[in-house]
Structure formats: structure tokens, C-alpha cells
């Protein structure tokens, strides 16, 4: 498996991301997702794609339960924070709180002194 660079932050990914929008938690047995999991790790896939709107949060449940044991620093795990999915605040999502990983927000919450007009930065 290729990995890119994301951007420049310096994170690298695996060019080929594991979604689990319509399968976790509502069309997949929990078992099989977990073999699926597997089986992209296996393969070199290290990029997930979920969110806590997902199958109403079951999808993210099943993701963490499947990284379960996991080295957390081996694997990029993608969820929205921006959507609204329910009485959890964004970056709350309950695939760190399932598989143990520290459960903290992606990017901290906006500052209300700046201003929320982009700027423009020129080398």
C-alpha cells in the first residue's frame, strides 16, 4: 500500500481510505466488519472514514470495537466533528471511547476572539 502526504501537515495516509458509511452497525454483521477491518490492515490500509451519524453511532462503536488492540499510533481515523449526530459535542465521536484510544477532539473549538473571515498568508 502506497501513503501520501496529507497536505502539509506532515501526516501520512494510506492512499486508499476504509469507509464504513453504510455497512457498520446496520447492513454488515458486527463479526464480518471486523474481519473486513482486519483484512484492510492486513493490506496496508491504515486511513478510516467514519462518523458519529453513521448508522446512528453504531458504525463508530463497531470501528473502535475492530481496532480494538491496535496501535493507535498505526492508524488515521477520519469522523466529522462538524456534523450534527446527536447530544455530543464534535470530536466526541465514540470510536476512541470504544476501542480505549484517548477520546479527544480533533481540533480544538473555535476561538470567539478571532476573526471567522479567512486570511490569506503570503511566503
Not at 474481519?35 to 451519524?53: H, R, W
Not at 475492530?66 to 464534535?90: C, M, N, Y
Request: charged fraction near 25%; aromatic fraction near 4%.
Amino acid at each position: 500500500m502506497e501513503h501520501r502526504h496529507l497536505g502539509r501537515s506532515g501526516l501520512k495516509i494510506s492512499e486508499i481510505a476504509y469507509g464504513n458509511w453504510i455497512t457498520h452497525g446496520s447492513q454488515v454483521a458486527e463479526e464480518a466488519a471486523r474481519e473486513c477491518v482486519k483484512t484492510a490492515l492486513d493490506e496496508g490500509i491504515t486511513t478510516f472514514d467514519t462518523a458519529d451519524v453513521y448508522a446512528g453511532t453504531r458504525a463508530e462503536e463497531v470501528l473502535g470495537r475492530a481496532l480494538r488492540g491496535v496501535r493507535r499510533e498505526s492508524v488515521e481515523i477520519f469522523t466529522k466533528g462538524v456534523l450534527p449526530g446527536g447530544d455530543r459535542a464534535a470530536g466526541t465521536g465514540s470510536a476512541a471511547r470504544t476501542s480505549g484510544l484517548p477520546n479527544e477532539p480533533a481540533c480544538p473549538p473555535p476561538d470567539a476572539s478571532r476573526s471567522a473571515s479567512p486570511t490569506r498568508r503570503t511566503a
